[in-house]
């Protein structure tokens, strides 16, 4: 059974960079066939997608953060990670670690980690 | 605004059923297998229950199914119980540069 898990800083200044790691345990990602993505959820809001990568390395962003955002991948660690830049208030939320259930079966997210509230504050 | 349109709150009775909507457009829900819905109680990351319309994942109850008309997709939801309160969002697969994009949310409250 795949797990995630994410972690990180749950407090960032404002203008500063946000950066989490999500740990995967019970399966390779560079077994290939699946997208590792990232998604958050604002305070008391619905559901956002931010970007997945590939095993490979090639990403996929939101492109409402594309210019802020950098998604990778380290296999030997079985971890990939993100990264978002110039933060403000609005980037206040839970960020979720996802994988699809199944190959091929894009942006059908079966596996998620348990979430990390980000606060961004002074 | 989300892209996806779910009505902010259904309820029924045990054992009465729901049926939650999630309107598209011809770039997502219409187009394309690729609905999704995730059940999330509070405080709690969502679950997978239906995926590409109508397929449950291992573990979900046959209670709830899927399925989808034109740019509308629906959750039904039978034999209500307790335990489903939660919230509920759809997801869909999209042409345009965002990929995913995910409904509002629906509340659903057991009577």
């Known amino acids: 059974q795949v797990q995630l898990q994410e972690s990180g800083p749950g407090l960032v200044k404002p203008s500063q960079t946000l950066s989490l790691t999500c740990t995967v345990s019970?399966?390779?990602?560079?077994?290939?066939?699946?997208?590792w993505s990232w998604i958050r959820q604002h305070p008391g809001k619905g559901l956002e997608w931010i970007g997945y990568?590939?095993?490979?390395?090639?990403?996929f962003y939101n492109p409402s953060l594309k210019s802020r955002l950098t998604i990778s991948v380290d296999t030997s660690k079985n971890q990939f990670s993100l990264r978002l830049s110039s933060v403000t208030a609005a980037d206040t939320a839970v960020y979720y670690c996802?994988?699809?259930?199944?190959?091929?079966?894009?942006?059908?997210?079966?596996?998620w980690g348990q979430g990390t509230l980000v606060t961004v504050s002074s | 605004q989300s892209a996806l349109t779910q009505p902010p709150s259904v309820s029924g009775s045990p054992g009465q059923s729901v049926t939650i909507s999630c309107t598209g457009t011809?770039?997502?829900?219409?187009?394309?297998?690729?609905v999704s819905w995730y059940q999330q109680p509070p405080g709690t990351a969502p679950k997978l229950m239906i995926y590409e319309v109508n397929n449950r994942p291992s573990g979900v109850p046959d209670r709830f199914s899927g399925s989808k008309s034109g740019n509308t997709a629906s959750l039904t939801i039978s034999g209500l119980q307790a335990e489903d309160e939660a919230d509920y969002y759809c997801s869909s697969y999209t042409s345009s540069s965002t990929y995913v994009v995910f409904g509002g949310g629906t509340k659903l409250t057991v009577l």
């Open positions: 990568i590939y095993y490979t390395g090639s990403t």
């Open positions: 019970g399966g390779s990602i560079s077994s290939g066939g699946y997208y």
């Open positions: 996802a994988r699809d259930v199944e190959t091929a079966t894009l942006g059908s997210f079966g596996y």
């Open positions: 011809s770039s997502d829900v219409g187009s394309y297998n690729r």
